[in-house]
Structures are given as C-alpha cells and as structure tokens.
C-alpha cells in the first residue's frame, strides 16, 4: 500500500504570493490533517478535513486555508506569505476521525518564503 | 487551551543506554497520549501510543508510562542503538484522539555508537 504523499516536496516563494501545497492519503484513509513544523514552535496542528468537509481547526490565520476532495486528497492553500509561514508542512491520514492509533504522516513540503 | 510540554530537548547517550524522555501536559482531560519518531527527511512515525485508563505499555525495547494524578507522562528506550537516534515526540488529545493532537517541541536523540 503507498503511504501518504505530497508534492511538492520543496518550494520557494516570495512575500506577498500565495502557495497551494497538496496531499494525496493512503489508499481508503478519509480523514486528512495538516500541521506547520518549525524548530521554535515544534509541530502545530492547522486543520484536519474529514468527507470533504473540515472537523478541526488550529488557531492560525485565516490566510491558511485547505480544502478536500471527493478521493480524499486535501490542498491547503497560504495567501500572503509571510517571511514566518518558512516551515517544513505535512500531511497525515487515518481511515477515520478518532484513529490516531493509525494516523500516517506523509514526507512533508518545504516552504520556504524569501 | 492544552499545553504539552517535553524535556529535555537534546539528549545524548552511548549505544546500549537507556534514554527516558519526560512530558507533561496541562488539560487534565487529555486521554490520549501517543509518541512519534522522526528521522531526517521524513514525517513523524507513531512508535507507541497509551491511554489514560492504562499506566504503563511496552513494546520491545520501548514503553511509555503515564501518571495522571501528576499529569505527565514518559518514553523509555533500553538498549539504544544508533539507529534510535532520530527526533522524538509526545502529544496529547482528548477524547481518546477524536479531538486535536497537541505535540511537545521534540526531543533530539542521539546514540553514540
């Protein structure tokens, strides 16, 4: 079975663009979260979308943004980058809200902002 | 809001040490504390989770330990070896995971062979 994947895996933008990062789950996994890995702030949890629709939201701006598909592959997308959104993204999956005893996380995207 | 703390940050050890790595967190209805493993380049790895109605689970080399009544809970690894060295973390949720993980900042493992 492919584990969870996302692409791209490493990105450069400018302040002031925006940026759309996508994750494709494991095969029959329908809920998606999204979390922002930074050395200071550790790993922080955005939201996570569950049958197309979101179930949780993190405390961040709204600038951050996601969305998923009828397959279950999810896009979160960031408006106005901020020399700050700088971090590693990544994605995980589990065939169900509630089962983190069989969450996956992806590789992640590398954001950089310039 | 939770707020789980993890310590220490950086920890050291030679190949065959054991390592403990201590959390605590503040929602005294979290009730669903999981640990993962990072290697570098890739997303966290669950490596072992417990629930707050259980103290303590092993498996292999590795067990986890919780105290409620103090709200923390720990990583034990025996036996390292260099492939444990990797970033570790611990996370809290409620409802026995329904809810939102909060993660620790992470703990940075190094096994020295």
């Known amino acids: 079975k492919a584990g969870v994947t996302q692409t791209p895996r490493y990105l450069i933008k400018t302040r002031g663009q925006q940026v759309t990062l996508s994750c494709s789950p494991i095969s029959g996994h329908r809920s998606v979260s999204w979390y922002q890995q930074t050395p200071g702030q550790g790993l922080q949890f955005l939201f996570e979308y569950f049958s197309e629709t979101q179930r949780n939201k993190g405390n961040f701006p709204g600038r951050f943004s996601g969305r998923q598909f009828s397959n279950s592959r999810s896009e979160m997308n960031v408006s106005t980058l901020e020399l700050g959104d700088s971090a590693l993204y990544l994605c995980a999956s589990r065939p169900r809200a509630g089962a983190f005893n069989e969450q996956f996380f992806g590789p992640g995207t590398r954001l950089t902002v310039l | 809001g939770e707020n789980v703390e993890q310590h220490p940050s950086t920890l050291s050890v030679q190949e065959g040490d054991s390592a403990v790595i201590k959390c605590t967190y503040s929602?005294?209805?979290?009730?669903?504390f999981p640990w993962y493993k990072q290697e570098l380049g890739k997303g966290p790895q669950l490596i072992i989770d417990i629930r707050s109605n259980v103290g303590e689970k092993k498996d292999q080399r590795i067990a986890v330990t919780l105290n409620k009544t103090a709200k923390h809970f720990s990583l034990h690894i025996t036996e390292t070896q260099p492939e444990d060295s990797a970033v570790y973390f611990c996370?809290?949720?409620?409802?026995?995971?329904?809810?939102?993980?909060?993660f620790g900042k992470g703990m940075k493992l190094t096994v020295n062979p």
């Open positions: 996370a809290a949720s409620k409802k026995g995971g329904s809810e939102k993980l909060v």
């Open positions: 929602d005294s209805a979290s009730n669903y």
